[in-house]
């Protein structure tokens, strides 16, 4: 290693991560109107804000002043680009002018998506890239929906089921119209659809100018300003326990908000409520949790077990885990479909509460199953340990389960 510090150039060595928070929301939520809004914020001044749309050129690039590569430094200080196909090209092309001093700073980059997308391969473009995921640092997905004509988009869009799915922060747009009024109900039956898709997100009222900086930023496993990880923050376990994960309201009797069971049965909707009811009740949002260390090959098998099989239908999972052979140092899983980001360890415990715990949003794939699987590979005493030949073949997988890995 060369030391580079008395030359008098910067010192070389791994460069802190840069925050990356994605924007997303169906057509028309409002995502161009909340970005303009949070780059007049200060906390913005330095990001990069890629804009990942395909084909025309609209109003959203008005704000573009034009320039190389796609990339363009505004007067406000921001620099901007749109991405027309490949982002990893314009994420690589950032930390170049970064890198060879272009571009002084690069506080964050924030990325909206294109509003008819699964949010999911952009946040995989970054997992998986073997250099992108050391530069750069998923903070959070902020999701817009608008309270006008989101229950309608998410009856009949998967797209944006997924984009609520994946979401840290919720925000509701138009509420400050008549016809959107109406979502300001927590009970109301927007607000029930999206608390039982995606429990854990805070719901963040636009027209409250709630929907600023402070709350949309800094919203990942990293404490932005202490700079250490908040797993509990980050997992916010508590919720997918409260019974609003859980479409049937029968494992939580006591719940009554949800009205015993059926709560999307009411027939004063309209028509198609049973449609909204089966569809909904396909999502399940839930925690799993163990005092257990797991041992690292089992918590392995375990993931590429529900990666390999299931991937398409984990919608979100989050997890920390106390692994056997390293139990002073937790793990950190994030996973969206079947891409998992690199687990990371933390250094220590950030807390007294050193559970395992993995909260998973899915589709089309019980609870139940999720939790025998974890079971069986995490140490409940067994007989005869299963393994995953056997899991596979087991009765009670669900259809498509055996042999479709890939
Ligand atoms: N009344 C009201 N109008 C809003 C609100 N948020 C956005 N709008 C309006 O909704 C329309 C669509 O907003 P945009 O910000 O362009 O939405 P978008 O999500 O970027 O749209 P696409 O780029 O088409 O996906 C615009 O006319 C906005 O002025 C809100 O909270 N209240």
């Known amino acids: 290693m060369t030391e580079t510090d008395q030359t008098g150039k910067r010192p070389r060595g791994p460069k802190p991560p840069i925050p990356m928070t994605v924007i997303t929301g169906f057509l028309g939520a409002g995502k161009t109107t909340l970005l303009n809004g949070l780059l007049k914020d200060p906390s913005l001044a330095d990001a990069a804000v890629i804009i990942n749309e395909f084909g025309e050129v609209g109003l959203d690039h008005l704000f573009v002043e034009g320039g190389e590569e796609g990339i363009v430094e505004l007067s406000s200080g921001c620099l901007c680009c749109t ?3 490949d982002l990893v090209t314009t994420l690589e ?3 170049r002018r970064l890198d060879n001093g272009r571009t002084e700073r690069l506080s964050r980059v924030v990325i909206e998506t294109t509003g008819l997308a699964d949010p999911a391969p952009v946040l995989h473009t970054v997992m998986q890239h073997p250099y992108l995921v050391m530069r750069y640092q998923l903070d959070g997905v902020v999701t817009l929906v608008d309270a006008v004509n989101g229950l309608a988009t998410l009856e009949t869009q998967e797209e944006a089921v997924k984009q609520v799915a994946v979401a840290d922060r919720i925000v509701l747009t138009k509420t400050d119209l008549a016809e959107g009024a109406a979502a300001l109900d927590p009970e109301s039956p927007l607000r029930r659809r999206i608390a039982r898709l995606n429990p854990a997100a805070p719901v963040i009222i636009a027209a409250n100018g709630e929907a600023s900086a ?3 930023i800094g919203t990942g496993l990293y404490d932005p300003a202490t700079k250490t990880a908040d797993v509990s923050r980050w997992l916010n376990e508590e919720a997918y326990r409260d019974g609003h994960g859980h479409s049937h ?3 939580h009797p006591g719940h009554d908000r949800d009205h015993g069971h059926g709560h999307d049965h009411h027939h004063h909707g309209h028509d198609h ?3 909204v009811n089966r569809h909904g009740d396909s999502i399940r949002a839930f925690s799993l949790s163990t005092d257990r260390p797991i041992p690292a090959a089992a918590l392995e098998m375990f993931l590429d077990l529900l990666r390999s099989a299931h991937g398409p239908k984990l919608l979100r999972m989050k997890g920390v885990v106390q692994i056997a052979e390293d ?6 899983l994030h996973g969206v479909q079947h891409v998992f980001h690199p687990p990371a360890t933390l250094p220590a415990w ?3 509460d050193r559970r395992s715990r993995l909260v998973f949003i899915t589709r089309d ?7 025998k699987l974890f079971d069986a590979f995490t140490g409940t005493p067994a007989t005869d340990t299963p393994d995953a030949a056997a899991l596979s073949d087991n009765p009670l997988a669900i259809r498509g389960f055996s042999g479709s890995f890939g």
Do not use: T
Request: aromatic share 4%.
């Open 273 to 275: 409520s049973h449609d």
């Open 93 to 95: 092309n950032l930390l």
């Open 249 to 251: 309201g029968h494992h």
């Open 365 to 371: 794939l019980p609870e139940a199953f999720v939790r």
């Open 83 to 85: 991405i027309r196909g």
């Open 327 to 332: 139990p002073e140092r937790p793990v950190v």
């Open 214 to 216: 402070d709350r949309l």
């Open 350 to 352: 950030p807390d007294g």
